[in-house]
């Protein structure tokens, strides 16, 4: 068995949609899946109490998935949770799913769950939404918390089932898409192997390229406009980044030597980088530095913007 999935339920589409990804995703990666529903009052803490968890009986009684909301429709996280569970099951007979109502503020209990899970799966509005686990509101604090890789999936998230091989040396400046598959963007001034080794695996599972992408945006330093010297810093720059890229995912790739890698430094914004290059990707995987202070979101600025932008599923590994 696998590593194993939760997926947080709020009852809305982007929720529902994140339950589909994950089930789809926890069958080919031989692994179980959980789904959660958290009760919350006005002030989002559990009704009459101090927030805790705990657990209901949720499996759903002969008949009762007919009854229940329509999957997708927005509704109360609890109410909707025995249909998901049960559409899901009809989709994935093989897949082993349990379901829980916990009670408590979301943030809080999802961050807690994180704990005892491989993978956390949230949905995701992006950016103008006011409702639900939306960035903002619950993703953003749990992605600065959770103590394993979050996912978070929009409802218009699409995984391409065809992809093919890629193999190619780190470039100084790749402007070419890169083929369907797993992105992950990567910091060689922050190396990251867990992240490497979460993006690598996720590829190898689904038996997909991988293409691993530092981003650099030069400071005004370099000059407005690109005079002689100018260029040749930016040169120079690019390749020890290059270099260094090339340095941490070698061994990674002798590790999984199944898996297709693409690595390469590109002069562009990082944002924009990893947002254009995931477009039509399976999973965007990006880092997320742990943090010993309990306040603050403490994501940094290329992870939170493609947190809002990104149009793929985006998975924040934490890592130290």
Avoid at 259 to 285: C, N, S, Y
């Amino acid at each position: 068995m696998g590593p194993s999935f939760t997926v947080g339920l709020d009852g809305s589409p982007e929720s529902a949609a994140a339950a589909r990804w994950a089930a789809g995703t926890a069958q080919r990666w031989e692994s179980a899946l959980r789904l959660v529903a958290v009760r919350t009052g006005p002030d989002g803490a559990a009704p009459d109490r101090e927030p805790e968890e705990r657990a209901e009986a949720a499996r759903e009684p002969e008949g009762q998935a007919e009854a229940a909301p329509k999957l997708g429709a927005r509704a109360e996280a609890s109410d909707v949770l025995p249909t998901v569970a049960a559409q899901l099951r009809a989709e994935h007979p093989a897949l082993q799913i349990s379901t829980s109502v916990l009670e408590g503020a979301a943030a809080r209990v999802l961050t807690e769950l994180s704990g005892d899970t491989e993978l956390l799966v949230l949905g995701s509005r992006g950016p103008g939404a006011v409702h639900g686990f939306l960035v903002g509101s619950v993703a953003l604090p749990v992605a600065a918390h959770a103590r394993c890789p979050l996912v978070l999936v929009r409802d218009s998230s699409r995984a391409d089932e065809s992809a093919g091989p890629r193999t190619a040396e780190p470039t100084e400046r790749a402007s070419t898409p890169p083929a369907p598959g797993v992105v992950a963007g990567f910091d060689v001034r922050e190396p990251a192997a867990d992240l490497l080794e979460f993006a690598f695996a996720a590829a190898r599972r689904w038996s997909v390229p991988l293409t691993v992408l530092h981003g650099w945006e030069p400071p005004p330093v370099y000059g407005a406009r690109p005079l002689p010297l100018a260029a040749s810093a930016l040169e120079d720059v690019l390749g020890e980044r290059a270099a260094l890229l090339k340095q941490a995912v070698e061994p990674w790739a002798e590790r999984y030597p199944e898996v297709a890698v693409d690595a390469r430094a590109v002069l562009e914004q990082p944002t924009v980088l990893l947002t254009r290059a995931a477009a039509q990707a399976r999973l965007l995987v990006v880092g997320r530095r742990v943090r010993t202070a309990r306040l603050g979101t403490h994501i940094g600025p290329v992870t939170h913007g493609v947190m809002h932008h990104a149009s793929a599923p985006v998975a924040v590994v934490p890592h130290p």
